[in-house]
């Protein structure tokens, strides 16, 4: 089985210098950590497939703030070979009620960045960074 296509991600950011991640239920990894986000479908742009996705997975309706990246992660994970490109989007909740979607998420956690979980998803850890280091820069501006 091969997992690969268009992808999109969401860092959604709280107060407090704390993020929202889901803890995935499904392959490739299971039992991972990782920012809301899924696959883009027919005809949809990334931008309205991160907010679907942020809805159906955690319940929350977000805006888009910026974009903070597009990556590509491939390798293998739990029998399963991968090859996808995300785009990630910082986030910000303007809505709803955190409800994860039972088929997917184990569970959701607000994390702050300076105790973020070991068990990270691979290319969303490089996501996080890039996420810490503007907001570094932002900051020292």
């Known amino acids: 089985m ?5 992808t999109v991600t969401a860092i959604i950011e709280f107060s407090n210098h704390r993020i929202l991640l889901v803890k995935r239920a499904t392959k490739p990894f299971v039992g991972y950590w990782a920012l809301a986000g899924g696959r883009v479908e027919v005809l949809e ?14 319940g929350l309706d977000v805006e888009i703030v910026e974009k903070i990246g597009e990556y590509h992660e491939n390798g293998f994970q739990d029998g399963i070979e991968y090859d996808y490109y995300p785009a990630c989007f910082l986030t910000r909740p303007i809505g709803g009620k955190i409800k994860r979607q039972e088929t997917e998420i184990e569970s959701i956690k607000l ?29 020292e501006a």
């Open 2 to 6: 091969v997992f690969r296509g268009r």
């Open 45 to 58: 742009t990334v931008e309205q497939a991160i907010l679907r996705e942020v809805k159906e997975e955690t």
């Open 111 to 139: 994390f702050s960045l300076n105790r973020l979980p070991k068990k990270l998803a691979f290319v969303h850890s490089r996501m996080i960074q890039d996420y810490i280091l503007r907001k570094k820069e932002n900051h």
